[in-house]
């Protein structure tokens, strides 16, 4: 069984600067910045972005990089654009080595996230969700199309969902039994920090017990514990510590480098530690 992300979503700050002609691009393109490293912005998100025709509300327009799979929407109006990376953008930055260090950057402001589980298995979507441990968890849509099938455990609507279908012959992946759990809001946050504090593996067994799947093809066998439920309040201090350290340290770093904070002792002094400067002074 191999799982992977096959879709995220995540919002980004749009960060004006002096006004002029091109302040709307700069923006975004400071807001790229802000999240990630020169690098991974360059890997990532330097591709080939041409204007489409159409947006979606609440965005007037909208870019897409086709070849690499990332759609951007935003406003002139509103103070943060959408980043969608769909299952091909998805393929192409495991197969570059950089999921983790995106999600570690958008894992604040993540808005969905689809996992993959791949099952080579003769077994049919329908007998595949028939199997669980949880009554409320049955399938409760089925569409069948010329293509192949596909199973619906939850509603399209709600936060988090599953999905399972296969596509017929001779789709080239018709041998494959597929397992999605979409996570929206608050469960796409919680999904994404389970991931970087442990592995999308045991996302995948942790989403698997949530929806109930006993099919013997379900086979999720990661030893460590995922929690993917909706973080808590008094869970906040660990996630927070984790977001510093992944999110906040690195764009520091950065400012730093590049020689936007010159003094970076005085710099905490004044906006992290104003009562205990004292005490960076005594040691």
């Given amino acids: 069984m191999r799982t992977h992300i096959d879709w995220l979503t995540f919002t980004m700050p749009m960060i004006y600067g002096d006004e002029n002609e091109d ?55 509103l103070t943060h654009c959408c980043i969608e990376i769909s299952g091909q953008g998805c393929e192409r930055i495991i197969a570059l080595g950089k999921i983790e260090a995106i999600l570690a950057g958008s894992a604040q402001r993540v808005t969905r996230i689809d996992i993959a589980s791949d099952i080579e298995t003769s077994t049919q979507p329908a007998e595949f969700v028939s199997i669980v441990k949880h009554e409320r968890m049955r399938a409760n849509g089925t569409q069948n199309s010329e293509t192949g099938q596909t199973c619906y455990v939850g509603s399209k609507k709600s936060d988090r969902y599953a999905r399972v279908y296969r596509y017929y012959k001779p789709h080239p992946r018709s041998h494959l039994l597929r397992i999605e759990h979409v996570f929206r809001r608050k469960y796409a946050k919680s999904v994404v920090q389970a991931i970087l504090d442990t592995s999308i593996g ?72 104003p009562e205990y400067g004292h005490m960076l002074d005594k040691a």
Avoid: C
């Fill in 23 to 77: 302040s709307y691009a700069m923006a975004i393109q400071a807001g790229f910045m802000d999240m990630f490293s020169q690098d991974l912005v360059h890997d990532i998100f330097g591709g080939k972005w041409t204007k489409a025709q159409r947006s979606r509300a609440p965005y007037t327009d909208t870019w897409t990089d086709e070849h690499n799979g990332i759609s951007l929407y935003a406003s002139p109006n």
């Fill in 202 to 273: 045991a996302v995948a067994k942790a989403a698997g017990n949530a929806f109930g799947w006993s099919h013997s093809d379900w086979n999720a066998e990661a030893t460590e514990h995922a929690d993917i439920s909706i973080v808590a309040a008094e869970r906040g201090q660990r996630t927070t510590v984790t977001w510093l350290v992944r999110s906040v340290a690195p764009a520091i770093r950065r400012l730093i480098e590049d020689g936007t904070i010159r003094d970076p002792q005085a710099f905490f002094e004044q906006y992290f530690l």
